[in-house]
């Protein structure tokens, strides 16, 4: 059975990919801190109970990450010919249906509390002999989970484009936008203070609408990669630019007199297939090798270029 | 790029300034239902249920440790206390409809009332393994950070009371 080969970093992202790890464990180490840090604040505030389900689900993607880059480059085998690539896909889609299922639950827990009129009750905590006002840690605690988060999302961001990395790029991009879920629950607690009982099930409605948002940002991206959809850019907002270079080879070889391609994306790697209409039978096979390798070679994202020499394409094929 | 950070770093820098001014005032936390400002000088309505030795029935108020605890406590605040009698069921509604200010009744961190609408204190004593608290009206935190304060500077002595 032809398997694919295996899959290296080229030399020059293996120390970007190591950087990466280096900053999903910190990450890791970093969100259970501060998961503690809220669990151990968190009263009976509903923004904070928001607050700690939210860290508690920041972890997920780093360990993902890392539990995806042990697996993901194994060798290719008899059992699994195409490698272990999707493994990113489906870590991927089980922490997208976790964020959406839990930020829907909050969403309903948010709104119940705020249509109770629950009112938070917080008193004070002893601290060295202090007694000390409980929402004031609240708010330390909710800084702790907030301005780090937001520092290693922006180191993780041009690592994850580096690496093309949808994965570390999303989390890359929760963490970076964790300051305005930090900043509404600073508030709510700020409003506990200032006697608006409402603040705290606002401001966790808030936090929730996000964590929702989050979620179905992931999940849609996550059903879409494994529906293999046209490779696309880190950010996925537009086709990657890579396809047009497929195209120019293709296009440029005088051997070729018509054809067609599709490719999909594998985890970090895209494989692809074209058919094409020679000119002429003549070493055909070595003309077919050789454009494959020079596919190949653009870019170390593209795995494997499969040609496949047709008599002509279907009316609606064309490139 | 420069704009996100400069919104960025103006939003934190005036929340930290906010957090710190906030201390500053003295009245911070505030009660939404102005429990405390309606005590002081005022009258502090006590549910209590019968509970010895925590409360006992007395005439005409009731006594122990916890009775003697809210009659110091109302002394603070230059306040008289009004006392009502019920069961545990009864006065957790009148809490809820803020009927009381204030339910005392022997009750601990386990009570089953938990999750009803009240603001449970921080435990003042540790008697048994049982965490005792007190009651106040839900989420009348000045009232209750003040009650907590108080009962956190008798802690020594309740201690003391409740030795075996």
């Known amino acids: ?319 | 790029m420069a704009d996100y950070l400069i919104s960025k770093w103006s939003a934190s820098s005036w929340l930290l300034a906010g957090a710190l001014l906030l201390p500053a005032c003295s009245d911070f936390p505030k009660d939404p239902e102005k429990t405390l400002k309606r005590v002081e000088n005022g009258t502090l309505v006590v549910g209590y249920s019968e509970n010895p030795p925590w409360v006992v029935q007395g005439n005409p108020e009731p006594t122990g440790i916890e009775p003697a605890l809210v009659k110091a406590f109302a002394q603070t605040l230059h306040a008289r206390v009004r006392w009502r009698k019920g069961t545990e069921q009864t006065l957790f509604e009148d809490l809820e409809k803020r009927k009381i200010d204030l339910l005392i009744a022997g009750l601990t961190d386990e009570s089953p009332w938990k999750n009803e609408k009240a603001g449970f204190t921080r435990s003042f004593v540790e008697h048994r393994k049982k965490k005792h608290v007190m009651a106040a009206i839900q989420g009348e935190n000045a009232f209750v950070m003040r009650l907590e304060e108080f009962l956190y500077q008798r802690e020594a002595a309740i201690a003391q009371r409740t030795q075996p």
């Not at chain 1, 993607?61 to 896909?89: C, E, L, W």
């Not at chain 1, 203070?193 to 996000?210: M, Q």
Request: with cysteine; proline share 5%.
């Open chain 1, 1 to 319: 059975m032809k398997k694919l080969a295996r899959f290296e970093f080229p030399p020059e992202l293996v120390p970007d990919f190591k950087k990466a790890k280096r900053l999903e464990w910190i990450s890791i180490a970093y969100f259970i801190s501060s998961v503690l840090v809220i669990f151990l604040t968190m009263g009976n505030s509903q923004t904070m109970k928001t607050a700690w389900y939210d860290d508690v689900l920041s972890l997920t993607p780093p360990i993902a990450f890392q539990v995806a880059s042990r697996v993901f480059m194994k060798t290719p085998n008899k059992d699994f010919p195409y490698g272990y690539h999707r493994v990113v896909n489906i870590a991927y889609l089980c922490s997208a249906v976790a964020l959406f299922a839990l930020g829907a639950f909050l969403v309903i827990d948010s709104t119940i509390s705020l249509v109770k009129t629950e009112h938070p009750t917080i008193g004070i905590v002893v601290i060295g002999g202090h007694p000390i006002w409980l929402g004031y840690l609240m708010i330390a605690a909710l800084m702790w989970s907030t301005i780090p988060s937001v520092i290693l999302g922006r180191k993780k961001l041009p690592l994850a484009q580096h690496l093309h990395e949808k994965n570390l790029y999303t989390d890359a991009d929760m963490n970076k936008a964790d300051w305005m879920s930090g900043f509404a629950a600073m508030l709510g607690i700020v409003g506990i203070g200032l006697g608006w009982w409402w603040a705290d099930s606002a401001a966790a409605l808030l936090i929730s609408v996000d964590i929702v948002h989050d979620g179905f940002t992931n999940l849609k991206q996550a059903v879409f990669d494994l529906m293999d959809q046209t490779p696309k850019t880190v950010s996925g907002q537009q086709s990657d630019p890579l396809l047009d270079q497929v195209r120019d080879v293709l296009a440029s070889q005088s051997w070729i007199k018509d054809f067609s391609f599709r490719m999909r994306e594998n985890g970090h790697i895209y494989l692809g297939e074209g058919f094409v209409v020679p000119v002429q039978e003549e070493n055909l096979t070595q003309h077919i090798a050789n454009t494959a390798q020079t596919i190949e070679q653009l870019n170390w994202r593209i795995q494997e270029f499969v040609i496949t020499p047709v008599p002509e394409l279907p009316d609606d094929e064309s490139a």
